[in-house]
């Protein structure tokens, strides 16, 4: 296990939201790697300075950034079962990978967020999402209300999937003077919608009755 006494801002973040979600600081420092102490002195100093922090955050670059992305979700609840991956010939060995298996039908949604705000929840109930999708059905009646009320300021994140980076979308963004944010290719997805995605998740995997409609997943 690694031990660093060393974190970034975004991983300090992603720890105290999961301690905020009841997890165990035991569990957090598993996970993350890092000893239980750095977890702790991490979770003191939140809820010391959390609100002085909130605020200054609310005055700085993040409260101008509009961050979306699109996610599947399976419209049947988690089996709960765990399946192990192995290498072949590892039968013994640590190195495995937990895969949680979900299977049925599915639904693709979009969404965004923004410091102290969020995009209504999008369903795309058909086909699949292309660079005249994306303008007409996001760019436009969403993104481009952001941009008008928060102003020049305003930066727009989306990641680098195809239907994102077509000629159509470019000179649509240019001709709202829309600022995009740089996203690195390959880079790791350290986009914070992700937590709204896995908190999603949990609440779907949780329902008692599968929503057979698009009314019933409402």
């Given at each position: ?16 939201g ?29 809820q ?40 072949i ?64 300021d ?11 980076r077509t ?14 944010m740089d996203?690195p ?34």
């Amino acid at each position: 296990m690694a031990r660093s006494n060393h974190l970034d801002d975004f991983t300090r973040g992603r720890m105290i939201g999961k301690l905020e979600e009841g997890r165990t600081v035991t569990s957090v420092a598993a996970e993350f790697g890092i000893n239980k102490s750095v977890v702790s002195r991490a979770l003191k100093a939140f809820q010391t300075t959390g609100v002085k922090r909130a605020q200054k955050l609310d005055n700085c670059q993040w409260s101008r950034v509009l961050f979306t992305d699109e996610s599947r979700f399976s419209t049947r609840s988690d089996s709960q079962r765990v399946l192990i991956w192995r290498e072949i010939g590892t039968r013994f060995y640590t190195n495995i990978k937990e895969r949680h298996h979900y299977g049925g039908p599915g639904v693709l949604v979009r969404g965004g967020i923004i410091l102290n705000g969020k995009t209504k929840l999008q369903i795309f109930d058909r086909g699949s999402v292309t660079g005249h999708r994306y303008c007409e059905e996001v760019l436009l009646p969403h993104v481009r209300l952001f941009r008008g009320a928060i102003g020049p300021d305003f930066i727009f994140m989306d990641d680098n999937a195809r239907p994102h980076r077509t000629l159509a979308v470019e000179e649509l963004l240019e001709s709202e003077d829309i600022t995009r944010m740089d996203w690195p290719a390959y880079s790791p997805d350290l986009n914070p919608i992700e937590h709204a995605w896995d908190a999603l998740g949990r609440r779907i995997a949780a329902r008692l009755h599968h929503p057979t409609t698009q009314i019933d997943a409402d």
